[in-house]
């Protein structure tokens, strides 16, 4: 099985602040890497997908880069609609998502 | 724009059988390019993958749970189900229906539905 490891579990950031989330699989997925964006009481949304590609309609705020064992998910100016958790999930061998990170206002 | 829904009974008792189906609505579950997925979340916790299937019914399952689980597609009916068998405690979550992508992520999925494994 492939184990994906988020960092950090949860942060207290700013509007405005420059925030970045990383994961890191248990062995290579080269880019089959995603990022869901998740509110509370409502169903994940898929921010990105293979790494860095941004989802139709996502703002472009939103970015992802990587490959092989570790990615990051940066949110360039943070909004208010952005406190929210945030999942990767490898897409290389079955499915399966790391565990979560957790963004809330500092 | 494809939609899903989510349906089935919101509390299961112990060693019983969890079954939930997903409408379809929007698009078919014949397209050769999609899977259909489950995922659950328990309360307070993460997503967990359970698995999917294709419009032909070939399934994969995370190995933890495919001696209880089994996914079906009803074309006919433009939908797909999942059955867990044996039920605990454990099992009580949100249950989500999504639609893959191969390797491209779940990019559509439904709203969720609660399922409590209580006697």
């Known amino acids: ?106 | 724009q494809v939609q899903l829904q989510e349906s089935g009974p919101g509390l299961v008792k112990p060693s019983e059988t969890l079954s939930l189906t997903c409408t379809v609505s929007g698009g078919s579950v014949n397209s050769g390019s999609y899977y259909w997925s489950w995922i659950r979340q328990p309360p307070g916790k993460g997503l967990e993958w359970i698995g999917y299937i294709d419009n032909s019914g070939n399934t994969k399952c995370i190995p933890s749970l495919k001696s209880r689980v089994t996914i079906s597609v009803d074309t006919s009916k433009n939908e797909f189900s999942l059955k867990v068998r044996s039920v605990t405690a454990a099992d009580t979550a949100i249950y989500y229906c999504a639609r893959y992508f191969f390797y491209d992520g779940l990019d559509v999925w439904g709203q969720g539905t609660t399922v409590t494994v209580s006697s």
């Open chain 1, 1 to 106: 099985d492939i184990q994906m490891t988020q960092s950090p579990s949860s942060l207290s950031a700013s509007v405005g602040d420059r925030v970045t989330i990383t994961c890191r699989a248990s062995q290579s997925i080269i880019t089959y890497l995603s990022w869901y964006q998740q509110k509370p009481g409502r169903a994940p949304k898929l921010l990105i997908y293979a790494a860095s590609s941004l989802q139709s309609g996502v703002p472009s705020r939103f970015s992802g880069s990587g490959s092989g064992t570790e990615f990051t998910l940066t949110i360039s100016s943070l909004q208010p609609e952005d406190f929210a958790s945030y999942y990767c999930q490898q897409t290389y061998r079955l499915l399966t998502f790391g565990g979560g990170t957790k963004v809330e206002i500092k």
